[in-house]
């Protein structure tokens, strides 16, 4: 009983400081049940804090430390403001102190954006918001292009609709990283209270559309090659979030014809009402896509996640009962790499450790490009010396790291469509380049086992029985190296996953596989990252290599999941 009354303390002590009406109300009705004794809900909303790291904030909306609300996002902005100026600013430097804050069309989004730029310029910072929800890519340009010192995108990016997230960028333009998640954090851990957080009602700018987006697609003239092949036809979609209206603009500056967009998703809509995950690899997420395209016919599909980062693209596919096949993100990672390979583009290609390694391969086989692997994400991708072009399995790509240092989903659609049209002009497809890859450097074959949990302990109870009983053999190929991540590399810094490298079998026909397993960085999920190698004589010997690589990696799975007890 003594609980019960700390826990509903505790609550009304929240209640009071909740500066929105909405969570105030559903925080009160929590409050009166637990005191008929119903506390289930209102313990779990209090039974800590939302935990601020490298990938900022991200959970569900509702009221309480342990979602995403208002409160919460007001503490992260402070904490975010104090750490900004114990960095200091350069003397003289007169925008020195400029924080851009950017958001997507989510429920809540707009808010938590006014929010942050009246405690920015609470805290003496200059606060710069973009003028209506826009894609993450235009906030990650606008920083570097107004020489800010830091930025936030409200997002949850392809997050279910109930959720919503804070993501930070430092000065370069690039994701936090340690140890600046962990400052952070701590700054945010010392605000008691939220009558200590000056909130202005005015004093922040709001840029004009015009400029900020105006200035990005001028900047997409960089992405292109200038050549002539603009004769591609593609269905297009946003997903329900903000990426039509810059992506369409793009397309048109760059002399493409006009995308065709599925208009059940064309605008942007918070309840995602068409789809379960507003995410182009989940099953189910393309459906509409698919069928404008039957209606349409045109040379590919290109979607969006709603927050236009990420880039997904689908093929025709005779084959498929659909007609079409969703290209999986490493062959969009390699087929933009031989574009820019062509293209003459200098300057390292990079991707992480759970990607294929066919880009290498690429790498490798081109004259002075130098190639190199991080840990997972764009917070690790873009900081890489020399930067020219990175990409994650995860639909990510960096196409023009000096305009965004970023996975952007509207430049990376650009320069598939202009491969696409290159390609066309000669009567050959994305399809068949990737035959063309497959004979060259191998069958890189890759597929993903992920699990979803509701118990997050599940998940560590399946990393230590890898770590205890760690496999010899899975699908009969011997594993030749086991690494444990939390330890860290000669090139990596500590992360929780464990990678082991697999020998070929002994006739040949498999060269090698790899398997890497982590904890999600942004969901409730183990992920499991396969990959197997088979040598390809020639384009006759595609089918059977295929054959054999979905037969080798459905057996990895199958004997990993019983080794990891998921």
């Not at 909405?22 to 005191?35: K, P, Q, S, V």
């Not at 924080?99 to 938590?112: L, M, P, T």
């Not at 659609?413 to 063309?436: C, F, H, Q, V, Y």
């Not at 398997?515 to 020639?538: F, H, M, N």
Request: proline share 6%.
């Amino acid at each position: 009983m003594e609980r019960d009354d700390a826990l509903i303390a505790q609550a009304r002590t929240w209640l009071a400081e909740d500066p929105d009406p909405d969570t105030r109300e559903e925080l009160a009705r929590l409050i009166d049940g637990a005191a008929t004794g119903d506390t289930a809900d209102l313990a779990a909303r209090f039974a800590g804090t939302l935990q601020f790291g490298t990938a900022g904030l991200r959970g569900e909306l509702g009221a309480g430390p342990m979602r995403m609300n208002r409160s919460v996002v007001i503490r992260a902005a402070a904490g975010l403001a104090a750490y900004l100026k114990k960095q200091g600013t350069p003397a003289g430097d007169d925008t020195a102190g400029t924080v851009v804050i950017g958001y997507d069309a989510r429920y809540k989004s707009a808010d938590f954006a006014l929010d942050t730029a009246a405690v920015m310029v609470g805290a003496g910072l200059k606060a710069v918001l973009l003028p209506k929800p826009l894609p993450t890519p235009v906030l990650a340009f606008a920083i570097r292009h107004l020489g800010a010192v830091a930025g936030i995108e409200v997002t949850a990016s392809h997050n279910p609709p109930r959720d919503n997230g804070y993501k930070v960028y430092l000065g370069d333009g690039s994701q936090i990283v340690p140890p600046a998640d962990a400052e952070i954090a701590a700054e945010i851990a010392a605000i008691k209270s939220l009558d200590d957080v000056p909130r202005p009602s005015a004093g922040w700018e709001t840029l004009r559309y015009e400029d900020v987006v105006g200035a990005y697609l001028e900047r997409t003239d960089a992405v292109l090659t200038g050549g002539s092949a603009r004769d591609v036809r593609v269905v297009y979609t946003p997903m329900h979030g903000v990426g039509r209206d810059v992506l369409t603009a793009a397309f048109e500056r760059a002399g493409f014809p006009a995308p065709t967009v599925v208009a059940a998703q064309a605008e942007p809509d918070p309840d995602f009402p068409t789809v379960v995950f507003p995410n182009p690899e989940e099953p189910g997420a393309m459906d509409l896509a698919f069928a404008t395209a039957r209606e349409a016919r045109p040379d590919i599909i290109i979607a969006n996640d709603p927050d236009a980062d990420r880039c997904a693209v689908a093929v025709p596919d005779p084959d498929s009962t659909e007609g079409w096949r969703m290209l999986r993100g490493d062959e969009v990672g390699a087929l933009l790499a031989t574009h820019l390979v062509h293209k003459n583009a200098r300057g390292t290609f990079t991707t992480t450790i759970v990607s294929s390694s066919l880009l290498s391969r690429i790498a490798a086989a081109s004259t002075g490009t130098p190639y190199t692997e991080t840990l997972t994400g764009f917070k690790w991708l873009a900081r890489v010396d020399g930067l020219r072009y990175a990409y994650e399995e995860a639909l990510g790509y960096c196409v023009d790291p000096e305009g965004v240092r970023d996975k952007d989903g509207i430049t990376a659609a650009l320069l598939i469509a202009e491969l696409a049209a290159e390609l066309k002009e000669s009567g050959r497809t994305l399809s068949d380049l990737l035959d063309d890859l497959a004979v060259e450097h191998g069958l890189h074959a890759t597929d993903q086992l992920s699990v979803r949990v509701q118990d997050l302990s599940l998940i560590a109870d399946a990393m230590r029985r890898l770590r205890e009983q760690p496999p010899t053999v899975l699908a009969g190929l011997h594993i030749t190296s086991a690494e444990d991540l939390s330890k860290g590399t000669e090139s990596l810094p500590p992360t929780d996953g464990l990678r082991y490298h697999l020998a070929g079998d002994e006739s040949g026909t498999v060269s090698a596989a790899r398997v890497i397993v982590r904890p999600s960085g942004t969901e409730p999920k183990i992920k499991c990252y396969l990959e197997v190698v088979i040598p390809v004589a020639d384009a006759a010997a595609l089918a059977g290599a295929r054959s054999k690589a979905a037969e080798v990696l459905a057996a990895i799975k199958t004997d990993l999941s019983q080794a990891a007890g998921i």
